[in-house]
Nanobody, 126 residues
Framework: QVRLVESGGGSVQAGGSLTLSCGASGFLSSVYCVGWFRQAPGNEREGVASFSYDGTATYADSVKGRFTLSRDTAKNTVTLQMNKLKPEDTAMYYC????????????????????WGQGTQVTVSS
């Protein structure tokens, strides 16, 4: 069964750090684009970062310099390290799989992803 499971969310104070993990099962995440998205109440879902199969990482301007993607092929996971968190980072965070293995383009557009995790909540207090 193809599945993604996020973990690592929680509550922190502004300036703190959290590490989110996206565990894949039923497929090799290393041959797919894996994206991270977030959605706060009342807001539209937005792309946070994406990691192509060749290791190219792309970040939204709002998180650039604070968030870092990494991949553990042995554990079949993609990790989002979030530092210097701000209250505006508060949201439900989701990881998702790109539609095609070895896809030439790895975006942060939700329409380009076909498998989604259930989400993990991140709350940053001021």
């Amino acid at each position: 069964q193809v599945r993604l499971v996020e973990s690592g969310g929680g509550s922190v104070q502004a300036g703190g750090s959290l590490t989110l993990s996206c565990g894949a099962s039923g497929f090799l995440s290393s041959v797919y684009c894996v994206g991270w998205f977030r959605q706060a109440p009342g807001n539209e879902r937005e792309g946070v970062a994406s990691f192509s199969y060749d290791g190219t990482a792309t970040y939204a301007d709002s998180v650039k310099g604070r968030f870092t993607l990494s991949r553990d092929t042995a554990k079949n996971t993609v990790t989002l390290q979030m530092n210097k968190l701000k209250p505006e980072d508060t949201a439900m965070y989701y990881c998702a799989r790109g539609r095609w293995p070895y896809g030439p383009v790895c975006t942060m557009l939700g329409m380009d992803f076909d498998v989604w995790g259930q989400g993990t909540q991140v709350t940053v207090s001021s």
